[in-house]
């Protein structure tokens, strides 16, 4: 999301009711929007379904939106919390882990030095892992290691106190530890934020 830039008029304007350049949001943020609604539920079409209700909402809200807080963490703030309210809600229906989403759906990270074969089991594995926390935990290590955001933006974006956000960090990690070392977080995580997204 770091990597994402759009110029200050765009969103301007798309406050001011300009749907061309809300269009041109939607293009610039497509991407990592999806990613973080398919590293949270799993399911490609779950994911693509969450994007665009994403950009709806935001342009719903835009009359709302405080041009002194980023945009990119405004947009990731409604990622978020619509795929933690969808989980909670699949959660309350099933009552069951077999009720998640299937994690062996999920396409195989853009091609690197790896064989696909080993790159789809790192994938694997790391959905399998993120399937374990709750929604909340789960947001804040797919933004901490995938977005790189800071506690004060998560803060922003999950609507938690610095020390909150920490906590919960703090406590995702202990879940994950001796199956995701937190040396190898950076190297699980690679290729996150650049994996491509259908069009919303």
Known sequence: MRSVSVPQEWVA???AGDRQAFTLL???YQVPVYNLCRRMLGNPGEAEDAAQETFWR???ALERYDPQ???ATWLLSIAAHYCIDYLRRQRLVALSLEAMPDYH???DPAPGPESSAEAHERERRVASML???DPLDRAA???RYWYDLSYEEMSEALSLSVSAVKSRLHRARRQLAGVWPESQASGL???GTHDAAPAV
């Open 26 to 28: 939607v293009e610039a």
């Open 69 to 71: 807080r980023p945009f």
């Open 13 to 15: 304007q798309a406050r």
């Open 105 to 107: 759906d999920v396409p």
């Open 131 to 133: 399937q374990s926390l």
């Open 58 to 60: 935001a342009f719903q």
């Open 141 to 143: 290590i797919v933004m």
């Open 189 to 191: 995580a690679r290729g």
